[in-house]
């Protein structure tokens, strides 16, 4: 049996993040979270690219141009869809889970899902930065500890060089 575990080490790594400035005060807050986690495992500040996009529906094209360039690590995907605020709720957050889905499958770059679909902007507002934490740096460790899994899992006779990452 072999069993292999990732580990948010960020030394090396270069990490893009895609987020959406519908919501912004949220969003912002979300960014936040991720950025401090990120340089909390030791990623540079000079290893991150962030790109704003209008809303959560545009973060799927993006996160695909960012894969495509081979430059980073992982990426991180960060937007709040509020049910209380729009009609088309399932939607924009249901495209926004797939689309960001499929650029992982499909390009085989750790690509990390924090979009908040919630009831309510409290609801929102306590995932980030709030009561219940900030899931932007819970992002920043899932999308460091996704690179390191793809580095160590069994068959690969040595870590994946991804270009533009400096392990
Ligand atoms: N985008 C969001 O990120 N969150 C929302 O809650 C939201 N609402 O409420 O509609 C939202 N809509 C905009 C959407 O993401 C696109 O930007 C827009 O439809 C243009 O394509």
Same mark, same amino acid.
């Given at each position: 049996?072999?069993?292999?575990? #990732?580990?948010? !080490?960020?030394?090396?790594?270069?990490?893009?993040?895609?987020?959406?400035?519908?919501?912004?005060?949220?969003?912002?807050?979300?960014?936040?979270?991720?950025?401090?986690?990120?340089? &909390?495992?030791?990623? &540079?500040?000079? @290893?991150?690219?962030? @790109?704003?996009? =209008?809303?959560?529906?545009?973060?799927?094209?993006?996160?695909?141009?960012? @894969?495509?360039?081979?430059?980073?690590?992982?990426?991180?995907?960060?937007? &709040?869809?509020?049910?209380?605020?729009? +009609?088309?709720?399932?939607?924009? +957050?249901?495209?926004?889970?797939?689309?960001? &889905?499929?650029?992982?499958?499909?390009?085989?770059? =750790?690509?990390?899902? !924090?979009?908040?679909?919630?009831?309510? %902007?409290?609801?929102? !507002?306590?995932? @980030?930065? #709030?009561?219940? #934490?900030?899931? #932007?740096?819970?992002?920043? !460790? +899932?999308? %460091?500890?996704?690179?390191?899994?793809?580095?160590?899992?069994?068959?690969?006779?040595? =870590?994946?060089?991804?270009?533009?990452?400096?392990?």
């Amino acid at each position: 049996m072999t069993e292999s575990r #990732g580990a948010p !080490e960020g030394a090396g790594r270069r990490i893009g993040v895609v987020v959406a400035r519908f919501h912004e005060h949220v969003t912002a807050k979300l960014l936040e979270g991720a950025l401090g986690g990120l340089r &909390a495992h030791g990623v &540079a500040d000079d @290893a991150v690219d962030v @790109a704003w996009v =209008p809303g959560a529906f545009e973060i799927p094209l993006v996160a695909r141009q960012l @894969a495509s360039t081979g430059g980073y690590d992982a990426l991180i995907c960060l937007g &709040a869809v509020v049910r209380g605020e729009t +009609a088309h709720f399932d939607l924009v +957050a249901g495209e926004a889970a797939r689309g960001i &889905a499929d650029v992982g499958r499909t390009t085989g770059i =750790p690509v990390v899902f !924090e979009v908040l679909a919630t009831e309510s %902007l409290a609801d929102a !507002e306590a995932r @980030a930065g #709030g009561a219940h #934490g900030n899931k #932007g740096w819970d992002a920043a !460790e +899932a999308a %460091l500890e996704m690179a390191d899994l793809l580095d160590r899992l069994p068959g690969l006779t040595q =870590p994946v060089q991804r270009e533009g990452s400096t392990r």
